[in-house]
Each structure stands twice: as C-alpha cells, then as structure tokens.
C-alpha cells in the first residue's frame, strides 16, 4: 500500500517542484510516515494495529451498505452523485475533525526534523499527504459499495471520473481546514489558542450539516422521481461542484460550477504550499506556551461552587470526588472534547434545523419535535469514551482506593457527564421545541429527556470494569468496529423507542404512562448496584 501512495506522487513530482517544494526531502519524510504507522515493538502489537486499520475501514463499508440504497433507488445520475458527495464532505469533515486535528496539529516531530536542515515546506506537505492517504482510503471504503452500483447501471466510464472527485473533495477538505488552523494560530495564543481550536473544531462540524440540509432543500420531487434544481448558492457547495461533471448541459451556471471543481483544489494546494505552509510549521510553537497566569482567588472561588454543586448532587464521599474530578476532566481535556462535542452538537442542532425546514416549507407540525431521539442517540453513544483522557499518567491511584467496584465512581462520572455535556445539548432542541411549537411538546420533551438518562446509566455498563480517566485517548481509535457496532445498537435501541413512543401518542395518557415508567426506571438504575455486582475492580496498570 505504501509503496502504491509513494508511486502515485512520484507521478506528480512536477507539480510540488512548481510549488517550491523540495520533492526529496518531502516524499522521505512521507515514506517515514508510513513505515512508522505499522511499525511497532513487537509483532503482537503491528498485528493488532494491522487489525485495527482493517476495522476502521470495514466499519466505513459498513456505513458505505447504508449509502447503497440511494445508488439503488434514484434514477437520475445527478441527484445520486450530488447527494454521495455531500455525504462525502459531511463524513470527511468530520473525520479530519475528529481523527486527523491532532496529527495536522502535532507537534512531537518537531525537536527532532525541525532541528536538521529540513525545508519547512517539506514537513508541511509530507503531513497533508500523509492524512489524505487515510482520508481517501476511508472514502473509498465509504463509498466503494455506491462506486461498484453505478458503474453497473450506468457503465464504466464514470468510475474514474467519480474517484477523482472524491480525492478532489478530500483535497479541499483538508486543505481548507489547514488554511483555517493557519489563521487560527496566526491570530491567538496560549490557552485561549486551544479553546479557539475547540471551538472552530465543533463550529465546523456543525456548518458542514447546516450545508448539508441546505443542499437536501434543492431536491425536489418530480412524477416520482428526485430532481436537483441547480441554484445560485451552489457555487458555495463542493458536493455540487462535482454532481455538475455529471450533466451534459453546458448552462452558464453548470459551466461555472465544473471549472470551479477543478480551479479549487489547484488554487488551495498552491497557496497553501507556497505561502501558507512554511508559516504553519512555525505557528505550532505557539502550542507549547503554558498560556495565561492563574488568577488563585477565582481558582478557589470555582473549586468551592463545584464542591457545593457535587455535595448538592452525589450521596457519598466516593461519588463526590469522582464528580469533581469528572467536571475538571471534561472541562480541560481537548483531545476527548474533539472526539466528542462536534458529533454531540449536531444531534442538538440537527432536530432544529429539520424542524425548520418544515416551517419554511409551510408544512404543518405535528410529531416533529420527536426528533430529539436524535440528540438521545448522539449524546448517550459517547459514555464509552469517559474512560479515555489525554491525561492518564495518575490513572494507578485507582489501584490503591478501598473499594471493590466501579460502583459510585461510575455515578460521579456519570453524573458530571450528563450535567457538563448532555444538559447544555439537550438545552438547544428542548429550548427550541418549545418556541417553534409551543408547551403543548413539553411531556413529550421530559420522556425523551429521562429515556436519555437511563440510556446514559445504561451505557455507563461497558466501562463497568474499568476505571474513568484511565487509558490514553489514542486507544478509542484503536477499536472503531468494535465502537462503531455498539453505536449502532445504541442508535437501534432509541429509534424502536422513538416509534413506541410515537405509537403511544394516539392513546389516551399513554405518554403519560411512558414517562412514568422511565422515571421509575430512572430511579432503580441509579440507586442499586446489582448491575455491577458482577463487575470486579481491574488493575489499571
């Protein structure tokens, strides 16, 4: 595989000559890369990182079934490639978001290729290279299904043209994220530097879905089948840049939309290497400063609301400090906050931006606002995470507590969870229900609302045996078939309570009814300990 990536760039040594890198250098640290990604200590580990790539992209294929039907139903070539290519960009997006920030923005390498006389150019476009490579990799496999039907339908020659939109779409995704954390290092510092990151991170995966229903309105329905209606704002949208290439009509619109697919990833990849690169390498360092003083008074000021909200909120001392040190966790660890809250907003925003499209659409309301399973689903899949921290040097003192369960630790940490993360999401569809439809949808709200804390408590079962805070958060990568199976019998599990509740609502207090069982449920979950009674207290190290 190495050698096939290393091939295709020697194809294009020109263009990075042209560009004003040195090819050399940067196809050297490439390779690198590439030999260090499955090389390891021992060859049980190599196999298991072996495995671990191999599930990664089963689990993408997997994804990739899902995305079949559309290549399956709709007729028009258009509407299919238009609606896969949006996929594409949400989908990759995210992943640069999620699993790539942090080797674009990595700064280990630096004592050691920034010390010799290396083009920083070179190390800047090894770095993209090296994530593209992954990032094509998994939309293939993503879109690999899609590719195989449509070459069949519609015959073969508009596979290659298909792949090369994908790498183009993967080109300006990652390039324009670089461009973005360019200027984002450019302009702060220190701390406020990293909460910045977070921000634009969880900001961007939201503007991709909002850029996504913007192009879902653009299809309409036509004698039973899907049309897209080419729109000026088009020209904003990549995924219809490259559905253009898929129209033999040459209007003035569709003309600019397909040089725009071609001119955009040329026009970034030579800013970016011939302008931005050399200033990104030198950026990083600014990741390395301590950042602001500590101001101690409001330090001991905040330490003592959160010791009165946890007494307020736990029944033991053990749950206590576990909540304490839960919230302080969550508020300062970035790498599990960008695993977490960009996925975690869109389920909080997407119910709203759906139930928007309705109102602009004159449609009327009725059990819309049950698309808050939607933000139950995301923000209960991530309590697997919460034994993952970027911190986990301390994780030993587990071994040495008195105790022989999880038990109350585990309600601490859940507890902090739901109150830092999943209350100010709920907030957003809750708050927003309420305006667009009115208080008529509140019981329906507070039954979704108690079904995600069982959900919450539930999940908290496959980390049981494990203590919180206590493997490297590198590792939660390292299981993403195993991850992404028990997500999807999460999202299985709420969407046959979303019908039943749905079914519920034709009888007479039958929500009532649901809300009372959940609140019961609620109750015997949280106060006993028979679910962990089989669930011993594992060594952390």
């Keep these: 595989m190495s050698s096939g990536i290393l091939w295709l760039v020697d194809r294009f040594k020109f263009v990075f000559i042209k560009a004003g890198i040195d090819f050399d250098q940067m196809r050297r640290i490439l390779a690198l890369k590439l030999v260090m990604d499955t090389r390891r200590s021992n060859t049980s580990i190599q196999d298991e990182n072996k495995n671990t790539q191999v ?30 290519m949006s996929i594409t960009l949400v989908m990759m997006s995210l992943t640069m978001i999620s699993d790539f920030s942090n080797v674009i923005l990595d700064i280990r390498e630096k004592s050691v290729l920034h010390t010799k006389p290396i083009d920083p150019k070179a190390i800047s476009a090894a770095k993209v290279l090296h994530i593209l490579n992954y990032m094509v990799l998994y939309t293939m496999a993503l879109m690999l299904p899609s590719l195989v039907a449509i070459s069949i339908k519609h015959g073969l020659y508009v596979l290659p043209l298909m792949v090369l939109a994908f790498i183009c779409i993967n ?23 990293k909460d910045i990151i977070n921000f634009f991170q969880i900001s961007l995966a939201i503007l991709m879905m909002v850029g996504y229903q913007l192009f879902n309105n653009t299809i309409i329905v036509s004698d039973m089948n899907l049309v897209i209606v080419p729109k000026w704002y088009h020209v904003l949208m990549p995924s219809m840049w490259y559905a253009s290439w898929f129209i033999r009509e040459n209007t003035l619109l569709l003309l600019v939309l397909k040089i725009l697919g071609v001119v955009v990833p040329v026009v970034l990849f030579w800013v970016y290497s011939k302008y931005l690169s050399k200033r990104f390498e030198s950026y990083l360092s600014k990741l390395e400063e301590s950042g602001e003083k500590i101001n101690i008074t409001k330090a001991n000021h905040k330490k003592k609301r959160l010791k009165a909200l946890a007494k307020l909120l736990t029944g033991s001392r053990q749950e206590e400090a576990s909540f304490m040190l839960a919230m302080t966790m969550l508020s300062k660890d970035r790498k599990l906050k960008v695993m977490m809250l960009p996925t975690m907003a869109l389920g909080a925003c997407l119910p709203i931006i759906l139930t928007m499209r309705m109102v602009l659409s004159g449609l009327d309301l009725s059990n819309e606002h049950l698309w808050i399973y939607m933000t139950v689903a995301m923000n209960s899949i991530y309590v697997l995470y919460l034994v993952h921290t970027e911190h986990a040097g301390g994780a030993w003192l587990y071994d040495v507590f008195p105790y022989d369960n999880y038990f109350d630790i585990h309600k601490g940490l859940l507890k902090a969870y739901l109150l830092k993360y999943v209350l100010p999401m709920l907030m957003i569809p809750l708050v927003g229900f309420v305006f667009i439809i009115g208080p008529s949808v509140l019981l329906d709200l507070l039954c979704a609302s108690l079904l995600l804390i069982i959900i919450v408590r539930i999940a908290g079962l496959f980390i049981a045996a494990q203590a919180p805070f206590s493997l490297d958060v590198s590792e939660a990568t390292k299981d993403k078939g195993g991850m992404f199976v028990k997500n999807m019998i999460f999202m299985t599990i709420v969407a046959v309570l979303a019908f039943l509740h749905m079914y519920l609502k034709k009888l007479d207090y039958g929500v009532t009814i649901l809300t009372c069982l959940y609140l019961i449920i609620n109750i015997i979950i949280w106060h006993t300990k028979i679910f962990y009674k089989s669930f011993r207290k594992e060594g952390v190290h």
């Design 55 to 84: 599930m990664a992209l089963l689990s993408y294929g997997l994804m990739g079934l899902f995305l079949l039907v559309f290549s399956l139903v709709m007729s028009d070539l258009y509407v299919k490639v238009g609606i896969l």
């Design 171 to 193: 080109f300006i995704v990652v390039f324009i994220t670089s461009i973005l954390y360019v200027i984002i290092l450019k302009t702060f510092d220190g701390e406020k530097l």
